[in-house]
């Protein structure tokens, strides 16, 4: 078996780093490519080596550009390299345009694709991650699904449970195994070091780059405001190149940069900033990588966004939606502050991405799924069977699996009376309600 893995950003990187590791400890043959997607020196150079994985053994260095000319620039190096190369299965990870190119051009040369943290929603089109990662969707093979909340995203669009495998997130391994290594050797950066964050008392870490904020002087203009008033936390900033042309062509840069409460600095390479997170009092940020990793971590998250796609962490009770509201920026930061009992049900909110084994998991799919030939990707040989979609209450004590087998059925959406159920195979259907496609015999 060949698996390919394709990376484009840091948070791929990151988030895929355990289960390139899993591959590589069990002697599995790969290749890793890159598209070089990121192509700020300071945020890619040693990603790989921090993290203690192979090199890319393709690097297309696509760069910058248009949604359009990137994704098409990285579609042309990608189907270069799977053509020859190969392999059964291409690994994409979340929603950037390096997943939109690869799951394109593996579907199109009929090679298995494996979307890592399928299932996400923001339910905002307007976001090109929530297009790239439905569109990923429609073309996999095998879902690696972070919660059940995702898997049932994907129930409710007609996927079939068959190929849904809930491994959890790899964030959770990555910061388990990631923050080892950090706490090892400290922090590197010197823009970091000379804060000396020890003798600081409460630590705000913020971050901001997605275009709905940066881009519009209002929203960037009210967060700006609500920093203005947290002058009782020491705010720490490393700021996207991005974020920063933004922040001078508004004419706003210089405003933030002189209050003394908030240090900007340079972007901090990944190990620095994982650290910087374990240290921190609150995350303010628009990441949605870093909502993970804040749960993860136990740090209490304010996300700058009026929807995510990560809302089992606001379920849990980790993070809170404050959007650009001046009001509720400052409310919610002086309530972790200063309410030890609100603060402390936010850091010991479950995490709702498991316990740290999700590479092993999806590793060990792969595995089985290569095995059984579930990897080829054929045309149909059969003429469709016809089939009729009800729905109907269960009455008798029967697991999905028998009731499926029985009736000659797949199940899509179970629901208990209170809420929408995974139906994994050992699930009893007694007393649910259930929606099905049943097939003519």
Not at 64 to 78: A, C, D, F, N, V
Request: glycine share 6%.
């Amino acid at each position: 078996m060949k698996i390919a893995t394709i990376l484009g950003t840091r948070p791929e990187i990151i988030k895929m780093a355990p289960i390139i590791d899993e591959i590589s400890k069990r002697n599995i043959n790969q290749i890793v490519l890159h598209t070089g997607q990121h192509y700020d020196k300071e945020m890619s150079d040693n990603f790989f080596s921090d993290l203690e994985i192979q090199n890319p053994d393709y690097n297309i260095h696509v760069g910058s550009g248009t949604h359009g000319k990137q994704t098409g620039l990285m579609m042309k190096g990608i189907e270069e390299v799977l053509m020859d190369e190969k392999p059964d299965i291409v690994l994409v990870q979340g929603d950037t345009n390096a997943v939109l190119a690869g799951a394109l051009v593996a579907s199109k040369l009929h090679i298995a694709i494996g979307h890592v943290e399928a299932g996400l929603r923001s339910f905002d089109m307007t976001m090109p991650e929530e297009v790239n990662r439905r569109a990923c969707d429609v073309t996999s093979t095998m879902y690696f699904i972070p919660t059940e909340e995702s898997a049932i995203n994907l129930l409710a669009e007609g996927f079939s449970h068959k190929n849904l495998i809930i491994t959890g997130n790899t964030v959770v391994d990555a910061c388990f195994r990631h923050l080892e290594i950090a706490k090892k050797r400290g922090f590197e950066e010197e823009s970091i070091k000379k804060l000396n964050i020890e003798n600081m008392e409460n630590i705000l870490t913020l971050t901001m780059h997605r275009a709905e904020n940066v881009d519009d002087k209002q929203r960037i203009t009210n967060i700006i405001e609500a920093l203005k008033e947290l002058n009782d936390v020491d705010i720490i900033f490393p700021i996207h190149p991005r974020t920063k042309n933004t922040l001078q062509k508004f004419g706003l840069f210089d405003e933030l940069n002189n209050l003394e409460h908030v240090h900007i600095i340079k972007p901090l390479g990944y190990l620095d900033f994982l650290l910087l997170t374990s240290k921190s009092t609150l995350i303010l940020t628009d990441s949605g990588g870093l909502q993970e990793e804040a749960i993860t971590l136990n740090v209490p998250a304010l996300t700058l966004r009026y929807n995510t796609e990560r809302p089992e962490t606001v379920t849990a009770g980790g993070n809170i939606l404050v959007g650009s509201d001046k009001e509720r920026i400052i409310k919610y930061t002086h309530k972790i502050l200063n309410d030890k009992e609100f603060s402390d049900k936010m850091k010991n909110a479950i995490n709702p991405y498991g316990q740290g084994e999700s590479a092993k998991l999806t590793v060990d799919a792969i595995e089985d799924y290569y095995k059984k030939g579930l990897l080829d990707i054929k045309a149909p040989e059969n003429i469709m069977i016809s089939f009729k979609r009800e729905m109907m209450c269960v009455n008798e004590n029967i697991d999905v699996k028998t009731f499926e087998k029985e009736k000659n059925a797949l199940i899509h959406m179970v629901f208990d009376g209170e809420k929408m159920r995974f139906p994994r195979e050992d699930l009893n259907l007694n007393g649910k309600i259930i929606s099905m496609d049943i097939f003519e015999r």
